[in-house]
């Protein structure tokens, strides 16, 4: 190439950055997916008298990205092309949590991490499974999360508990496997607030005769 050849193409790329283009193409944006719970989340019977923060879980790679795992063999993990979650699974774990612990009214407050507000406890998770897998039995998928409730003032862990949700899906495509995870994410949410209101409260936290006859009509 001469070297008039090369002024003319730097010529041209300076041209085409300048206006804001770019000689390389760009890559299809990916389908976006959020975690869509499809069961209501019940009232509890009886509200704890506490604000409840609840962390973003710890989780190692892979769980700690927005990519939507499957997982075709016990040591093999792929990730379906051409889509994600809308933010990272601990994120994504951490707002349906939050969404459905407000809507059941379990606590007087609840709040993220990201909130500078102080609160009485303390929900910290850890994400063990959030993929699907294709057993004989047909494709499912599974979450695992172990749960841990912190009060914020002693620091003493007043329960602790696993859970492990397998919910069968109806197909194999990506939209099957995320109506799948809308499914398992009620079920997790269920079992979370079940859970998380009978855990061993100080006594001055748990709702009270008192409190309870002057919400009556």
């Not at 979650?85 to 994504?92: M, Y």
């Not at 194999?172 to 979370?192: H, K, N, P, W, Y």
Request: charged share 20%; with cysteine.
């Amino acid at each position: 190439m001469t070297l008039r050849s090369i002024k003319s193409v730097a010529l041209l790329l300076g041209a085409a950055f300048a206006s804001g283009c770019t000689v390389f193409p760009n890559p299809e944006p990916p389908r976006v997916m959020g975690l869509a719970l499809v069961q209501p989340i019940p009232a509890v019977e009886q509200t704890v008298q506490a604000s409840l923060r609840v962390d973003t879980p710890y989780a190692a790679e892979p769980f700690n990205g927005s990519l939507i795992l499957a997982k075709p063999i016990p040591q093999e993990f792929r990730a379906y092309e051409g889509v994600r979650w809308r933010d990272t699974a601990p994120v994504v774990v951490r707002d349906s949590l939050v969404a459905s612990l407000r809507q059941s009214g379990a606590y007087t407050n609840v709040i993220t991490d990201t909130n500078p507000a102080q609160a009485d406890l303390t929900l910290v998770t850890e994400i063990s499974a959030f993929n699907s897998e294709t057993p004989d039995t047909g494709p499912q998928v599974v979450i695992e999360l172990h749960l841990q409730m912190i009060h914020n003032r002693s620091r003493a862990t007043l329960c602790t508990r696993t859970v492990r949700i397998v919910e069968p899906a109806p197909g194999t495509s990506v939209d099957q496997i995320v109506e799948a995870f809308g499914t398992a994410g009620s079920q997790l949410a269920a079992r979370v607030i079940d859970w998380a209101t009978t855990c061993d409260y100080p006594p001055r936290l748990r709702p009270s005769r008192e409190t309870d006859q002057t919400t009556q009509p």
